[in-house]
């Protein structure tokens, strides 16, 4: 059928008894989309008149960030990055009488040689404190000041037996520190903390200082806390190239010949569910939840999509019983699972929303969710995730039913809420497949108002929203509007009602 500015009525009004109960998504600015300016466990710490630090970006080795310190002269005090506590997620101590190797790579230029006095070094050091509060010790690497600048990135790293703690630490920081009199500049980068022949030492997350606030990661090939990033997601970046919003998006580039199968991804930190909707709501037990994030796609390999299950990218969800920063791994039985979107068909594809459905587990004692973007085992190419949302739907379905992989069944297109309307409301479609789809607002008269979706669209749920203008911009009078999906899979047509 073409797609015309005039529409003829009357017209069949297709009807699906839903039952849904809408809820306001919650977009995430701060932790949602990746416009942070600081790295996520990061601070920092002191900076001195004269001293400047930045989350930089001219030099680093992996994930497109280092932590970098600009000391043209001495300062009146030390310059600083320093880590939040780095026991968190999946362990709440570093233990005792294990052996860690812990370091960082660096890289300098034009630094002061050959220090004779503390405050004239530049140094990491690893802190450690009990669950007391009393303070075990430290280990301190100072930075190789023999030679003004460095060739390329160098490893500083304690030797073996330097750092065996006689008690679990339960609050370990990292700093990155220049005395007052050091001079120069210095990026540390790709923190490394992990223990020695194959020893569990707890984690240090997020040792590449490439994620922003709120977010942290998981990349082959052994996560990412020994420093070694490889088979593709050493490519993994924050990035201008592309965003849905603002100005930056999350990019993975997965080479042809990568090894398999490695999946990984990088997460929203665990958020207590009363952070994750706005004021005045609140998830409860049993509540259907939609995840929702938007993904452009290019260099893509379709007929390995269509061969391989796992050639995909999707998203995870995790609950928690809490996300204390010494709760540790404390996920809920049945509560992880990881979904694969269904992309289009083609080698790229421009800015799209993808949706998966989750339920709160009952009577589990679930308080927090955690929300990862992930590429799977066998994807090839290179996909941009931006603007993750959540919308809690309550104690109903969302309106449409689901298959196993949380594919519609079938293709509808629910009542606006609200109806009626001023001058916002919402629209809900579901494909059960890959389609091209028109969603667009009629008058009465028949006459074309707005068009809210002209493009392909993968199987899954959608939300729309109109404000109430037509295509100029111009806010539209009270009265009857009419909208209509249309696609392959046939046309639907609904009534709402503005009042102003």
Not at 204 to 211: I, K, L, P, R, Y
Not at 395 to 411: E, F, M, R, S
Not at 432 to 449: A, C, D, F, H, M
Request: proline residues 4%.
């Amino acid at each position: 059928m073409s797609r015309t500015t005039h529409w003829m009525w009357p017209v069949l009004l297709v009807t699906f008894a839903t039952g849904l109960a809408f809820a306001q998504a919650t977009d995430l600015p701060s932790v949602g989309g990746f416009e942070g300016t600081l790295p996520s466990y990061w601070t920092m710490g002191n900076q001195p008149s004269g001293a400047t630090l930045s989350w930089a970006t001219d030099q680093f080795r992996s994930l497109g960030h280092s932590l970098k310190i600009v000391k043209p002269a001495a300062t009146a005090d030390t310059a600083s990055w320093i880590s939040q506590n780095m026991c968190d997620i999946w362990s709440s101590t570093n233990p005792k009488n294990v052996d860690i190797l812990l370091g960082a790579y660096v890289k300098t230029q034009g630094v002061n040689m050959n220090p004779s006095t503390n405050d004239q070094r530049w140094y990491i050091a690893y802190d450690f404190w009990d669950s007391s509060g009393v303070f075990i010790g430290e280990t301190k690497l100072p930075i190789d000041q023999s030679a003004a600048s460095s060739t390329g990135w160098v490893a500083d790293t304690n030797i073996a037996g330097a750092t065996v703690l006689g008690r679990d630490s339960w609050t370990t920081i990292v700093k990155f520190v220049a005395g007052k009199n050091a001079t120069g500049t210095v990026w540390a980068d790709d923190f490394v903390f992990y223990g020695r022949a194959g020893a569990w030492a707890g984690q240090d997350w997020n040792t590449g200082v490439g994620v922003p606030t709120g977010w942290f990661y998981w990349l082959q090939p052994n996560g990412g806390n020994d420093g070694l990033l490889n088979d593709g997601f050493e490519n993994t970046i924050v990035t201008t190239e592309a965003a849905h919003t603002g100005t930056h998006s999350l990019k993975f580039t997965m080479p042809v010949g990568r090894a398999t199968p490695h999946d990984g991804w990088v997460a929203l930190r665990p958020m207590n569910f009363a952070d994750l909707m706005p004021v005045g709501s609140v998830i409860k037990d049993g509540d259907s939840l939609q995840l929702s994030v938007w993904v452009k796609g290019m260099a893509l390999w379709p007929d390995s999509a269509a061969k391989y299950g796992d050639w995909a990218v999707g998203m995870s969800r995790t609950f928690y019983t809490s996300n204390d920063n010494h709760s540790g791994y404390n996920a809920i039985a049945s509560g992880n699972t990881d979904y694969t979107f269904t992309l289009p068909s083609a080698t790229q594809f421009d800015w799209q929303q993808f949706n998966i459905g989750a339920r709160v587990p009952s009577g589990k004692g679930a308080k927090a969710m955690q929300i990862g973007l992930h590429v799977f085992n066998r994807f090839i190419g290179t996909v941009y995730f931006d603007d993750v949302t959540v919308t809690d739907l309550g104690g109903v379905t969302t309106g449409v039913a689901l298959n196993k992989d949380n594919v519609p069944k079938q293709y509808a297109l629910l009542q606006n809420y609200p109806n009626p309307f001023n001058p916002t409301t919402n629209i809900r479609f579901a494909l059960p497949r890959e389609s091209y789809v028109t969603l667009i607002i009629y008058n009465v008269l028949g006459q074309k108002v707005r068009t809210l979706v002209d493009n392909v669209r993968a199987a899954g749920i959608y939300d729309v929203s109109w404000d109430g203008r037509d295509a100029g911009g111009n806010s539209v009078g009270s009265g009857m509007y009419f909208y209509r999906l249309e696609s392959g899979q046939g046309a639907i047509v609904k009534k709402m009602l503005m009042l102003k």
